[in-house]
């Protein structure tokens, strides 16, 4: 099944009934003097609904979870939401009691403001772990955020940079199809470039069918589909597990892992119900999917110093987890991203890392290949765990490429998994490593 | 206890009736224009024993395991032995059936030329991943090195030169000490500077008390200590229990690890056994360990590109394995890493690495802390989850050191480890990250 769609502007402004706004109210207190230099970039979002909306949401499994995942997670339980604010240069993590009241704060002000009910609010950050949140500022600037609410693309635009960290871009797409005769629109914005390796669920639990679990990534989604709660959450939960959760910078996962999604059911469609055979809930669940790929894809492109955006496409393994399993400890072995740096086809070090993973690899069944667009059909360097004829200069044009897919075959059952890596950089390094000249300036 | 020992020179020709010896036989085929231009550093060393030993090992539990450690594995049952020939430049890994007939081949020329039994020889290989031995170089290599056989320390220097790789020097201990009235020598070489995170067990299949399981490294260790089969195999297992297995420089595990120990009885002691409550095993386990602890921290100082060397203390985990898994964590995560590499005390990393690590963690109990050897009061940064007042520029000089301690309390049981660890650079990248170029310099 492929729904049409088309890609419109807008990105959680396009659905019908949603205003936004970004602005700046110095989180990492430059005014004081003990922020850093990095400039008046805004720094407060909020997204808000004209009307009440159904909510669901996904959250990082991190057991040291942020404070405002804490307050999201106990507020999905009604599911009824009208707003988000979001703030970056602060996770509100490992801020202990105060950190929990201040998120709470940060949404009784948001609703204040808006004259809506507190628990209408959610609440996500974004930033340096363990600073206490300068709540004089957050006030001032969901005051500022709530007069310049607007529905116009650039209205959406202040909040998309206003949740940057060490993003270099915004991160936006929404998206507009039929279901059932009306015209639906979806949403969204991300933010994401280091601390990235999400797993998250619908209540921070583990669950056990997610193997390796490791951003700060935010991710808040807008629908003016009119859809049940339940069905929501199944949708969101689905489509997460095949795009943000499918997503590897650094392979350490972060304590704030947040996505967020909004349905206020302006559209006026018929009701979106999973438990209904109909196929509006699959096209729903298609464009979800889009959305939610599209924006995860954005986040390991501008990785951190990241040069190359890889593709693996594992087949054949034991089951699901295992190729989850797998395909990870490729993706996240250090060795095997530092050659894919320097664009090396190092296959030596991939079969070291399905080896060592805790996956069930037979050296003499792994097959692997690489293609990229311009080179569609798979060059398979390994058959049985063997180098084919294939020369290295040919693999090279291949992993020389900005984008390439690497395809495992481990031809040991039917388990598969797709996942999306960067490749890791000097750059990575020399920007994490930090200024300790300037405490500010380093990184959550 | 305590046992008083001296540290010799001669490392493995140390203990009475060892020689050794390291030779060039060109194993990068630089000779016929397709090998690397490292120059003529010895690839070839042969390590013997007068008289028959006993012999213990432990390797590499990576499921795509090297053919020499497949040979090893074997071998190991009959548990005799009286020579070790070893290569770099080549690890013989993903090589197929020609790669293990290439490895007894190794074997079997040795004992030839030793005029030994073909089962007594070990073999071990380093370098290259998924490259054909070149079996001419080899025996010629072979030759050279027995004729040069000899019992001085300089002999020893050239057979630890020859297995280095990537490492910028060789390494190489020997102690000597009283059991039961006798001078007995521990003497030991190894080599390894990246893909080192060893787990390595007796027969290469993982035993479910090593939760995290990732260098090619290779050590040699050789005893004129009398100490029965079942007993060395004991001492080994244990002293790299408490040495190998708790290093890390990258998280990669290797094909190859490989730790062999020969015990030849010259000493004249009373044979040592576990299964006696003597005092003896207790002494010969602990310098054992002496001369594992110090070889393994060896690796991680020289680890490639590695500007720091970090002790992680992790005590108050909920059991042992709970504890490795949650120092494993802190040790392999790519962010913690490049702080310490800035010098940064960066804490936030730590919490965010403890928190989406297996292990049990309770956000509100847990303490961290830094300390060095001019500073071995520790400073606890987090206590309860929480900053402490000790001041970030205190805790930055602490950090700012070439070594350093990092001091974790999880508050939530009687597990404990302790992880040797390094930092993670641009240099390592830069190294890492290839010359397509010239493919012979690609690491393995």
Redesign the interface.
């Known amino acids: 099944m492929n729904a049409e769609y088309n890609i419109i502007p807008g990105s959680v402004v396009a659905p019908l009934g949603f205003k936004a706004n970004g602005v700046f109210c110095d989180i990492k207190r430059i005014g004081t003097g003990k922020g850093s230099e990095k400039g008046q970039k805004p720094d407060l979002a909020l997204i808000c609904s004209d009307e009440k909306c159904v909510t669901a949401g996904m959250f990082t ?5 942020a404070a405002p995942v804490k307050l999201c997670i106990q507020r999905m339980k009604k599911g009824i939401a009208r707003a988000i604010v979001a703030n970056s240069g602060n ?1 509100n ?4 009691e105060q950190g929990l009241k201040d998120a709470y704060e940060m949404a009784d002000e948001t609703a204040r403001v808006l004259n809506i009910k507190d628990e209408e609010v959610l609440v996500a950050s974004t930033g ?3 600073v206490l949140m300068p709540m004089e500022n957050i006030k001032s600037g969901i005051h500022l955020a709530a007069e310049n609410l607007g529905s116009k693309a650039k209205d959406a635009d202040k909040a998309a940079v206003s949740i940057m960290t060490s993003d270099t871009r915004s991160k936006q797409i929404a998206v507009e199809f039929n279901l059932s005769g009306k015209t639906v629109r979806i949403g969204g914005m991300c933010k994401g470039a ?2 990235i ?1 999400p ?1 998250m669920s619908p209540n921070g639990k583990r669950p056990t069918t997610i193997s390796g ?2 951003a700060t990534m935010l991710c808040f989604l807008t629908t003016d589909a009119k859809i049940d709660k339940k069905s929501l959450q199944e949708a969101l939960q689905e489509a997460v597990a095949q795009s943000f959760n499918r997503i590897t910078v ?6 704030n892992d947040t996505v967020l999604i909004l349905a206020n059911g302006r559209a006026g469609n018929t009701e979106v119900s999973s438990s209904k055979t109909g196929k509006a809930f699959k096209t729903f669940l298609e464009m979800l999917k889009v959305v939610c790929c599209e924006l995860a894809k954005m986040i390991v492109r501008d990785g951190e110093g990241a040069s190359r955006f890889v593709t693996i496409y594992l087949d054949g393994a034991r089951n699901n987890i295992d190729a989850d399993t797998a395909a990870r400890a490729v993706a996240n ?3 095997v991203k ?2 894919w ?4 086809p ?4 991939i ?6 993973s805790n996956a ?5 069944k ?1 097959d692997i290949g690489y293609s990229n667009s311009e080179s569609p059909k798979i060059l398979w360097a ?1 058959k049985n ?3 084919t004829e294939v020369s ?1 200069a040919d693999l ?1 044009k291949i992993v ?1 490429n900005k984008e390439f897919n690497v395809h495992i075959n481990l031809n040991n059952g039917k388990g598969s998994t797709v996942i999306y890596s960067s490749d ?3 750059e ?3 920007f ?5 000249s300037d ?1 500010t300036l ?3």
């Open positions: 499994t991190n057991q040291v979870c996770a993590a490992c801020t202990g340096r772990i363990g280091g601390m390796h797993g679990l490791h650094d392979g350490d996962m972060s304590t072995s250090v060795l530092t050659s740096c320097g664009g090396d190092n296959w030596g070090r079969m070291d890392a399905l080896g060592y069930k690899i037979v050296e003499e792994v390994i765990g063997r180098p290295f090279c020389g890791l950089t000097e990575y390094v020399d994490n490593k930090g200024n300790v405490p380093l990184g959550g």
